[in-house]
C-alpha cells in the first residue's frame, strides 16, 4: 500500500506472522510487541504517527511494542484507549500518547480532546483512526499501515515523511 504522496519516502514493507500462544499473541517465537514495534522503530518515531488499519488488524499490538520500545512502559500496561480516547505514557526521551479516534466523528469532537497541546517536540501522537480527518492526513509524521493478510498474518508498511530531500525510514 503506498501512500501516493510525494512528501513521503520509501516504504518499509515487514511480513509477519502471528500465532495466539495462552492469550498472548506471539511472533515467529518472538512476543509480537517486540517483532512488530521494534526499538530501533520506536527510536524513530516523532510527531503524529498514523496507525492505520481495519479492526483487529493489530493496531493495538504495535502501539505496545512502541511504547515498550522507547521504554515507556511494559506491554502489558499498554491498553487500547477505545473508550478512554488517549492513554498517556511517560517515557526517557518523549510522552507518548495513544489515541484513538474511532468514536470521533465530528470536528467539534475532534477539538475538545486538545491534541493540539499534546504536540510538542518531545511528544509522539500513535493515532489510531487518524485518517478520517484530512488534518492528520496532512499533519502526519509517519504512517505505519497493517493489513491482515491471513488470520494470522500481517503486512506492516512503514513510511515516514519526506525532510530535506531524504526519506528518514530504516
Not at 32 to 37: D, E, F, N, Y
Request: glycine share 12%; aromatic share 4%.
Amino acid at each position: 500500500q503506498s501512500t501516493g504522496d510525494p512528501e513521503f519516502g520509501e516504504e518499509l514493507r515487514v511480513t509477519v506472522g502471528l500465532q495466539e500462544v495462552g492469550g498472548a499473541v506471539q511472533g515467529a517465537g518472538l512476543d509480537a510487541p517486540k517483532l512488530l514495534a521494534s526499538e530501533q522503530l520506536a527510536r524513530e518515531l516523532d510527531g503524529v504517527v498514523l496507525l492505520i488499519g481495519n479492526l483487529g488488524a493489530g493496531k493495538t499490538t504495535l502501539a505496545k511494542g512502541i511504547v515498550h520500545g522507547c521504554g515507556a512502559a511494559p506491554p502489558e500496561e499498554v491498553s487500547s484507549p477505545t473508550f478512554t480516547l488517549i492513554h498517556e505514557y511517560g517515557g526517557p526521551k518523549a510522552t507518548l500518547y495513544h489515541i484513538d479516534l474511532y468514536r470521533i466523528d465530528t470536528q467539534r469532537e475532534l477539538e475538545t480532546l486538545g491534541l493540539d497541546d499534546m504536540m510538542t517536540p518531545d511528544s509522539v501522537l500513535l493515532m489510531e483512526w487518524g485518517e478520517k480527518f484530512a488534518r492528520f492526513e496532512e499533519e502526519r509524521d509517519v504512517e505505519i499501515a497493517i493489513d491482515r493478510v491471513a488470520e494470522n498474518e500481517r503486512r506492516i508498511v512503514v513510511t515516514k515523511k519526506v525532510r530535506n530531500g531524504k526519506a528518514a525510514v530504516k
